[in-house]
């Protein structure tokens, strides 16, 4: 790494690591606990970087983004915060952040993110319409500080203000819904309508034209698209061909299996690709355990505001919780937390309390996949064939054989990792290979290791 970077952060333990790790990297480094001295420097002309944190005890970092990108258009900020809502990552990327991480964050990935915001040329900012960004809502329980919650947070950072349909899946009770109201929400359609259509909506012959009257050129979210019948996805296929100037944002939402709908015959082929500009799968809640506790306490925060008593998990309670499956996910978590809070007679909420209520509701892991007993090889055969058929009797793009190496490669390196607890030399010698090998594959496939030192 080659380049001046400016840290501000008023914790300086923070300042201190990102100093001597940058210094190590070939960096020269300039670290403050003020905004306003970040501003000074930055007016100066001085960096090429600039990693900032969020509430800084004379400001925040990211009103600070605007001015920064004004006064050095094409300067790189990467905000790091400890506010792991949704929000942050939106607001970051309304405000031409290069990039955001959230706190405790791994100190390899925001090297690895330095390298790149100094060897690459941020695009030019885009024109603005001038529109606020909504205020958010205190009811929007999108929080987490997981990668995968992150990851999702950045996907919809940036396709909130494309064109292109989105393709929200998850299971039920991951907050899909929530998903497409927070894209349109913050999206430059912001001010227009939103609406969620089901099949009695595109029932008779009016009823897509009654449709898009009401969307106004908002956003139209057709809920579970996959338990639409053929006549009602014959209706939506006709609709967006249909589609003038003004047309609506197009979102749909789905639990199933799309895909193998498709491979079934029920599920349209040319509905599937209208509506899978960009896909945001959802996380499961057994997918990001270590947001439990953070969910936990907004919903008792939220009971709380609604005139219930004011309740705390004991430490074995909420360990309890957190193994529990949650085949209902964030749904059935908020539920099971309300009832707690009810039947509790007592300010803390104790594990044989969750244990009662969590005895009286099914602990079941959700159908997905193949069949019972479907051997790897099988399913990648199935998948194969599938991708071939889709391509109406012409042969896909060149490379073939690297993509799909790729595509198993990648995940089964993930999942060893996780299972190693990020130890490299445990992964090598669990896969096989050598650990520079490793190395360099998790480089190639970009792979994060999540599961390190972490840095508070």
């Avoid at 100037?245 to 082929?269: C, H, W, Y």
Wanted: with cysteine.
């Amino acid at each position: 790494m080659d380049g001046t970077v400016l840290v501000a952060d008023d914790d300086r333990t923070i300042r201190t690591v990102l100093t001597q790790a940058l210094t190590r990297a070939g960096c020269k480094v300039h670290a403050t606990s003020s905004l306003m001295t970040l501003m000074r420097w930055v007016e100066e002309g001085k960096g090429d970087l600039v990693i900032s944190d969020v509430v800084m005890p004379d400001g925040n970092g990211l009103e600070a983004l605007p001015r920064i990108n004004e006064e050095r258009p094409g300067l790189p900020v990467i905000v790091i915060s400890a506010q792991n809502t949704i929000m942050t990552a939106i607001q970051a990327a309304e405000a031409e952040a290069y990039d955001y991480l959230p706190k405790p964050f791994d100190l390899p990935d925001l090297m690895k993110r330095a390298a790149r915001a100094l060897d690459t040329k941020r695009r030019a900012p885009q024109p603005r319409n001038g529109a606020s960004l909504a205020e958010p809502s205190d009811d929007l329980p999108l929080v987490g500080r997981t990668p995968q919650m992150q990851a999702l947070y950045r996907l919809v950072a940036r396709v909130m203000n494309t064109e292109l349909p989105v393709l929200i899946t998850g299971e039920s009770g991951t907050g899909k819904s929530l998903i497409a109201r927070a894209i349109h929400d913050f999206s430059d359609r912001r001010t227009l309508p939103f609406v969620t259509a089901a099949a009695p909506d595109l029932a008779g012959a009016d009823g897509p034209a009654a449709l898009i009257a009401r969307a106004r050129g908002g956003s139209i979210l057709f809920d579970e698209v996959g338990d639409l019948d053929a006549e009602a996805q014959a209706r939506i296929v006709r609709m967006l061909d249909g589609f003038g100037e003004n047309a609506p944002r197009i979102m749909a939402s789905s639990q199933t299996d799309l895909m193998a709908k498709l491979e079934s015959g029920v599920f349209r082929q040319d509905l599937f690709y209208r509506l899978g500009g960009v896909t945001v799968a959802v996380p499961s809640l057994r997918e990001r355990v270590d947001d439990i506790p953070l969910l936990a306490d907004h919903f008792l925060a939220r009971a709380e505001r609604d005139g219930m008593a004011a309740r705390q998990f004991a430490e074995d309670a909420l360990d309890l919780v957190r193994a529990y499956s949650w085949p209902g996910n964030v749904r059935q978590l908020e539920n099971t937390i309300r009832r707690l809070v009810v039947t509790n007679s007592e300010d803390i909420i104790a594990r044989s309390e969750v244990e009662l209520v969590l005895g009286s509701q099914p602990e079941i892991e959700p159908l997905v996949g193949g069949g019972e007993g479907e051997k790897l090889s099988a399913s990648v055969g199935k998948h194969l064939r599938r991708y071939f058929d889709l391509h109406g009797g012409v042969l896909p793009p060149p490379g073939l054989y690297g993509r799909i190496l790729r595509e198993v490669e990648a995940p089964m390196i993930e999942i060893a990792l996780d299972a190693t607890g990020g130890n490299q030399a445990k992964c090598a010698d669990l896969l096989g290979i050598n650990r520079n090998t490793l190395r360099k594959k998790i480089t190639d496939l970009d792979i994060r290791v999540t599961r390190r030192r972490k840095l508070m």
